[in-house]
């Protein structure tokens, strides 16, 4: 399915967002590095967050895209089958919403609302960068996706540290304990043309979403 349009909204995001700053002011926490997992530990760590199927949270992003940064906060809830994304300002307004499921993927920004099968191909061309959502499901949990994995580290909790897939390199800089489960807080996600982090300030989790 094309996307109806094939303009950019880049220039709404540049006015509406902070610069990317606004992400990296809060700095993680100095730990000193812990040994590696075993194979068994991690795989325990693994088996607990894989019964993790649906969540609510709220995070603050910073993109930095083609020599643009930007920052704002989202409000993202998944389950199995959908996923829905609202992109706020640093002030709080509403200024895109990513609405995908198995028949393909709505983007509505500026008033204007846009398909595509896919929410990376959308996203680029819509917002001027690429949400890799075939895989930020799984990533944002702290466990890998099940396409091949390239490269993985893993500290002695059995919690990823860092991890390659899908063309990212994706670290993990600290944890929070939620709901009984080890859940990432402090997520950077790197490709090619794209450097993006994600710190999670409230994790919701739940067996489902409607």
Known sequence: ????SRQPLLATFVGVLFILTGCAG?????????PAST????AQHLATIATI????????IGVQANGRGFSGATN?????THDNIAIFSPLGAQVATIDKTPNGVTLIADGKTYYADDT???TQKILGWSLPMQGLPDWIIGRPSPSKI????????????????????IEYSQYVSTSGYQLPQKIALRSQNLNLKIIVERWLLSESHP
């Open 1 to 4: 399915m094309p996307v109806t």
């Open 150 to 169: 390239e490269q993985s580290a893993w500290d002695e909790a059995g919690r990823l540290t860092k991890l390659r897939q899908d063309g990212w390199d």
């Open 39 to 42: 194979p068994e530990i991690h």
């Open 53 to 60: 199927s649906a969540f609510d949270l709220q995070t603050r």
């Open 26 to 34: 809060i700095k993680p926490q100095n730990t000193t590095p812990l």
């Open 76 to 80: 993202w809830k998944h389950s199995a």
């Open 120 to 122: 990376e191909t959308l």
